[in-house]
Structures are given as C-alpha cells and as structure tokens.
C-alpha cells in the first residue's frame, strides 16, 4: 500500500490517514479536526488553494502546507 501526502490525490480519489508528520502544534490541530489515524477521507477538490476533502458527513478545507504535512494510504 502506498503512502502519499493528501495534496497529492485527485477530485474523487478517497483514503485513509495513516501518519502526520508535523510540529506538535500542528498535530494537535489535525487531531482535533478529527484527521486521526485511519479516518476516511474523500478529496472533494485539489486545483488551487485549499484542498477540500469530506471526513464523515463534514467538509473540511485544508491549506497546502497542512495537507502535505499528513500521509494517506489511497484506496
């Protein structure tokens, strides 16, 4: 299973986090965003500025560096 940064999925393609390589604070705000290990996740949109992905029944925007930062297996 490959491992990918969430910025690099497509429109459409769905995962599940596997890992957060970041500073603690940053973690700590994913984490409470509910982007924990394993959550499922679907990428709404990735073109320009934030990346928008559905985590359960909530939209969530995330900016670039952010989601570079979080590692997702695609499934």
């Known amino acids: 299973m490959d491992r990918l940064p969430l910025?690099?999925?497509n429109?459409?393609?769905?995962?599940k986090v596997t890992s957060i390589i970041a500073?603690?604070?940053?973690t700590k705000r994913l984490?409470?965003?509910?982007?924990?290990t394993g959550a499922k996740i679907?990428?709404?949109k990735n073109d320009r500025g934030p990346i928008i992905?559905?985590?359960?029944?909530?939209?969530?925007a995330l900016?670039?560096?952010?989601?570079?930062?979080?590692?997702v297996s695609k499934e």
């Open 7 to 9: 910025a690099g999925l």
């Open 11 to 15: 429109e459409g393609d769905q995962g």
């Open 23 to 26: 500073g603690g604070q940053a």
């Open 31 to 36: 984490y409470e965003m509910g982007f924990n």
């Open 42 to 44: 679907k990428v709404i």
């Open 53 to 60: 992905v559905t985590l359960g029944s909530n939209k969530i």
């Open 63 to 71: 900016g670039r560096g952010l989601a570079e930062k979080m590692l």
